[in-house]
């Protein structure tokens, strides 16, 4: 699975990195998502509706 991260939206309050770091990151200024790894799948199903838009 792939992360997504709307760069026209998103205000890098960092609540998607402090969640699940392993996929995002907020160094650049913006988040930044990555691959969804099967171990962060369950993160995925619990906060997907309000991350992994």
Request: proline share 0%.
């Amino acid at each position: 699975m792939k992360a997504f991260v709307d760069e026209n939206t998103c205000i890098c309050c960092g609540l998607c990195e402090g969640i699940c770091s392993e996929v995002f990151t907020t160094d650049t200024g913006v988040a930044v998502a990555g691959e969804v790894s099967a171990d962060n799948e369950e993160k995925e199903k619990r906060y997907g509706k309000y991350l992994f838009m």
